[in-house]
């Protein structure tokens, strides 16, 4: 050959690995005032619940003469039927309920995403009946599977995280499988079919990273419903039991006294929206700060 | 070519006067995208704008119509049509643009609304634009369908674009911008996506028309073969300046900037075999180029005068040129080699192979439904080791069907094909790992061939931990870095992701994860269509030699008869799925029995052709109008 081959230049494009890309993602979603307030939301719960039994000013548990006490200089909040300081119960009231709803939004991003990337590669017949399963169930609402389950096993989180994990892991499946059947058919993947690389290749290397960042937002989103949900059992006596302290069976508690104690109902109230609303931001500022607010799959 | 001849007695149509655009950094430092740009565009005239991508080509065309990408400012200079400056506060886009300079963006399937017919948006752009009657509309709208060599331009306005081919739905987009009847056509790489036979049927379609509307006609292309058939005047472009100018003819020539003699240059020819020379590096990044000659760091004759900037200067009539030695060195005609093999053993036998997509099922067949023609019927040919096999045909003659088969996504029906002993006609399912590797395939499409999420450590070493399981971490690193240096790539590419490389690296990279699987038979699809023609002849270099040093055998699949010529020892013609020729490439080209490959052929660019005054003969596509679901699937 007499020309010289070029070889392809070296100085051109500034490097910027992931960790640039998620500093761009970070910087993005702080653009947003949805995304400031939701992640400001969000932090501030989980510090509180990490610190609460540390900087409490009551024990959650210790009941005083003064019942109904309207909020003051020693009862910030005022006090429950029972005298006990709402204050301290409401910021220990989040620590069973996130960590209960936080393990098993982990379980449905592991098992939705899995079994959602897995169907969209496979496709075809298996894909088809998977599908039809899954939207069996998404037919009916899991509240009240949830609620039987609970019922059942009043408490136990051993069976109640799986649970939940399950019920909130089919719409992870279905937005998994979505982003999955969007990049199914890219030459690189197709490249690594023709290769003959195994089934866990091709979900953990080829498609994952690709559809991750649709997994954890829509999982974040899930676990918000999820808060929502297990507060409802709670609420309904069989979530969390006493003497845990817990949101939704404060306002349980309380609701037979609003006219007299109102305090003692809003202040969980005002935490759990909070909570949720928080997590409903920053899901959606995540999103958008990702791209993806636009990928939503049929429910 | 009806321009009127170059003088200064008529007035330009669009007046480009030096025209600075810049695009600001998020550090607010402007980078120029287009510096000083001066063109003058008289009634009737077609000029070509030509470049590589990232010289500002598309940034001048939307500028032409007074638009800029968002992110771009004007810094300086003005863009006049028939004297109203279009940067102008108060300059009447809205009226002019449709109706006075119309726009056919670079993927023009895609400015079809998929919903409507081709008729509905004709119409409503002819009402739009005249506000006729509605019949009178439908008359101009056939006639317009008409203007353009569109067969039956009746059929063709009931249909939705998905029915109609890529050529059809091309020239119904100019169909639409030419509802406002407009006195200029901005035309962004107007038949990029199109093969030889269609390209050459839609610019003669787009010739004609704009002789006998007299409009004036912009096109904007990296392929000087679309300029060299339709435009009177070229303008070059590089790093955002103009670099060279002149008429089409002399230009072609004569070119006297080393960057125009670089272009033309890397085009594979059709009249001999052997490589095209290949320009080193790539264009700067806006704002990155240096204070001299843009062009000197890949410039071969590079002078320490070069690093002050060289300015546009005249160069004989009606041309113009940006060095300062702008006439032609002799030892510049660049050196073709002519190829030397030794091909080795049988490798690849395809005896009798047939497949037809769609095959009606049983119960078609019992509803007595006519049985679809074959995509591909009776294939047969013989590969060696160390050989390349060039298989030519328009989309929709079966190229991508015979990778399939041999690649096993899709079972022949009918015929054999062999690797040495090993069956091809296994589905992929079945195929033992061993064979796996023995076939590799580079796609088409740069953008989609590497993992984005993946660093081209994780893709060269994906096939090297499959295949080669006993290669320590270690070992795996140092023979991944061997493949990067042997696609004329660096260690520093292992830790980039795929968005950081241009499309000639990511093509590179896919070439190196195929050599990683220590192929015998490497596929390659179209691998140089997406690439601008200066790195389309890096990678065909790149080819030819990694095949020397593997001595794997390469099947070679372009609807560009010129580049296969470029590579190919031997050659296969495909026309509706059937060989129509086969045999050396010497023979085949230099002497085409077959009417097929002739048109091909004539359709093809010949930049060493006597182009000037006698228009490049059009010979007609073989194809008939494409039946409603015969696309190329």
Known sequence: MVTAEPGADAADSASHPPAGQRRAVLARLLARPSGRIGLALVLFHIALAMLSPLIVPYDAAAQGLDAFDAPSAAHWLGTDQLGRDVLSRTMLGSRELLSVTAQAAGAAILWGGAAGILLGLAGGLIDDLALRVVDAFLGIPSLLFLLLIAFAFRGSTEIVVPAFGFFYGLPVLRIARAATRGVRDADYVTAARLRGESAFHMLWAEIRPNVADVILVEGAMEWSWMILAFSSLSFLGLGVQPPTPDWGQMVADARGYLTIAPWAAAAPCAALVSLVVGLNFLSDALGKALGIDAIRAPR | MNAPA????????????????????????????LTDVGLRLLPGEAIGIVGESGCGKSTLGL???????????????????????????????????????????????????????IGQQLDEALRLHTGAERASRRETALALLADLQLTDPAVIVGRYPHELSGGQQQRCVLGLALAGDPRVLVLDEPTTALDAATQAGVLEALRRTGERRGIAMVYISHNFGVVARNCDRVAVMYAGELVETGATPRLLRSPAHPYTRGLLA??????????????????????????GCRFAPRCPHAAPECARHPELSQAGPGASVRCHFPDPPAAA????????????????????????????????????RPTARRTLDDLSFTLRA??????V???????????????????????????????????????PLELRRQIQIVFQNPGGTLNPRQTIADIIESPLRLYFPALAAQARRRRAIELLDQVRLGAHHL????????????????IARALAAEPRLILCDEVTSALDVSVQAAILQLLDRVQAETGAALILVSHDIAVVRAVADRVVVL???????????????????????????????????????????????????????????
């Open chain 2, 6 to 33: 170059l003088s200064g007695a008529v007035a330009p149509l669009l007046d480009v006067e030096r025209l600075t655009i810049a695009a600001v950094g998020p550090d607010g430092r402007p980078r120029p995208v």
């Open chain 2, 333 to 368: 005609a660049a050196a073709r080699d002519g190829r030397d093999r030794r091909p080795g053993e049988a490798l690849l036998e395809v005896a009798g192979l047939g497949f037809t997509y769609g095959q009606g099922g049983y119960l078609g067949r019992l509803l007595g």
């Open chain 2, 575 to 633: 026309h509706e799925g059937r060989i129509c020729e086969a045999g050396a490439a010497v023979e085949v080209f230099g002497s085409p029995s077959h009417p097929y490959t002739a048109t091909l052929l004539a359709n093809s660019f010949d930049p060493e052709a006597p182009a000037p005054e006698d228009p490049l003969p059009f010979v007609p596509n073989l194809a008939p109008l494409l039946p409603l679901t015969g696309a190329d699937p």
């Open chain 2, 386 to 391: 160390g050989e390349t096999l060039g298989v």
């Open chain 2, 393 to 431: 045909g328009e989309s929709g003659s079966g190229k991508s069907t015979l990778l399939r088969l041999l690649l096993g996504l899709q079972r022949p029906e009918i015929g054999s094909a062999r690797l040495a002993d090993e069956d091809l006609t296994l589905p992929l399912a079945r195929r």
């Open chain 2, 63 to 117: 500028a032409l119509l007074g638009y800029l990408r968002p992110g771009l400012t004007r810094v300086a200079g003005h863009v006049r049509f028939a004297g109203q400056d279009l940067f102008a506060p108060d300059a009447p886009l809205e009226q002019m643009r449709g109706r006075q300079i119309a726009f056919v963006p670079q993927n023009a399937a895609a400015a079809l609304t998929p919903g409507m017919t």
């Open chain 2, 266 to 291: 890397s085009l594979p020819s059709i009249r001999r075999p052997g490589l095209p020379a290949a320009m080193p590096g790539t264009p700067p990044a806006p704002g990155v180029a240096g204070l």
């Open chain 2, 495 to 510: 830790a980039r992701y795929p968005e950081q490389l241009s499309g000639g690296e990511k093509q590179r990279v896919a």
